[in-house]
């Protein structure tokens, strides 16, 4: 996935191999991807990874459907 303008995610050379990151953490944003597209509850992904708010997750979600949805078009 390309997060390029999303600006929860930042990727840091030599950080977790500098794969794209919620900002602040070193969870990788595919990884709430990943959660999303397998069906999990949002509020499953907020239980797993404390750190991350159910605002950040819905706009990781909503980031990612819109992106996909462009790439259709």
Do not use: H, N
């Not at 919620?22 to 999990?40: E, H, K, Q």
């Amino acid at each position: 996935m390309d997060w390029t303008g999303c600006e929860l995610v930042e990727v840091i050379p030599g950080k977790v191999s500098g794969v794209p990151l919620v900002v602040g953490t070193r969870i990788p944003a595919d990884l709430v991807l990943d959660y999303v597209d397998s069906g999990s509850p949002l509020e499953e992904i907020v239980e797993d990874y404390p750190s991350l708010s159910m605002a950040t997750v819905r706009t990781l979600a909503s980031f990612a459907q819109s992106r996909r949805l462009r790439a259709v078009s």
